[in-house]
């Protein structure tokens, strides 16, 4: 958000020291120089402030949708040689739910987020996810899905109908539709089950198969999330 619009004033702390987690055996994390990557302050917020920072933000959303462009250029400015996110969003590539406006209209270097279509962490979105919390200090990790998801939906018809997509496409559905299979025949809407479904299992997956995630979970560093957006009433709902 920008400076004349935010309350909020976030501080800053020492780069977070990565030797204590055991990220990587006998060298620098991912064979990044860490002077050149990521020497310098990261945020001093911890997973439960960034947590009501993003539920205040939404809220203001919901009650008075606005998009603020007051000092932009100085915030621009401000962040040309480093950046200080406070919460990492993996969301959907729906062009109606971009996470730094939904979140209040959050300006630049505020978010480190990931999109993909159905949100799901594949091999890049992981690297992604893995650098914001470990390279960038990033404490709180959400996965948000929304409602009427697409890719969700399409996995829902390989469940239900058997059906094929054709080029990548395929393959991108394939991911979700372990999701899909697990709330088929629970009651209530079918393709909003898988969308909380996935989002839960995405959540899993990231806090338990990334060593980097679950080291930093385990020492009280990071915290996961699942969140779903509503399309109709603006609201995000936290599901863990």
Sequence with gaps: MCEICSQRTMGRRRFLALAGFGLAAGGAL?????????????????ADQALANLKSGNAKYVKSPQVCAADLARRRTAVTTSQTP?????????????????????????????????NTAD????????????????????????????????????????ATFPGSIGPMVEAIVPAARAVKDQPGDFVDNAVRENARRTAAQVAVQSRIVADLVAAGKVKVLAARYDLDTGKVEYLS
């Design 30 to 46: 991912f064979g990044i120089d860490q002077a050149a990557a990521a020497h310098g302050p990261t945020t001093s917020a911890n």
């Design 86 to 118: 406070w919460a990492t969003i993996l969301g959907c590539a729906d062009s109606r739910v971009p996470p730094e406006l939904l979140f209040g209209g959050l300006g630049v270097g505020e978010l480190f987020v990931a999109r993909n279509a159905g």
């Design 123 to 162: 091999t890049a979105t992981m690297g992604t996810i893995e650098y914001g919390a470990a390279v960038l200090g990033v404490p709180l990790i959400v996965m948000l899905g929304h409602e009427r998801c697409g890719a969700v939906a399409a996995a829902c018809d390989v469940v239900s109908k058997q």
